[in-house]
């Protein structure tokens, strides 16, 4: 979607065992994630410092094989919704 994003990470050791206890690796990598592609599309439109992210996001952990393929269905679904998005500028308004 061009007004936003949806990604799945996964989080396990690397001994194939159990998930690690967690202290927020999530966070650190999404705010590290914007803050470099944030950087490289400034440098790309000239514009250094503009805001490109909004400053939260949701996240939801996974706890099941269903739930992950329903996830993963709506995401790959989703940018057919981008005609009937509010924020699409080309969409037909009714």
Do not use: C
């Not at 050791?13 to 994630?33: H, M």
């Not at 996240?59 to 996830?71: G, Q, S, T, Y």
């Amino acid at each position: 979607m061009p007004n936003h994003l949806h990604g799945i990470l996964m989080v396990s050791d690397k001994a194939g065992g159990e998930t690690p206890p967690l202290q927020n690796p999530i966070g650190r990598a999404v705010a590290y994630f914007k803050y470099l592609s944030a950087k490289e599309i400034n440098r790309m439109r000239e514009n250094p410092g503009f805001p490109v992210w909004q400053r939260n996001y949701y996240e939801h952990i996974i706890r099941a094989e269903n739930e992950l393929n329903k996830i993963r269905a709506y995401i790959m679904k989703n940018p057919m919704k981008w005609g009937e998005d509010d924020e699409n500028p080309n969409r037909l308004k009714t």
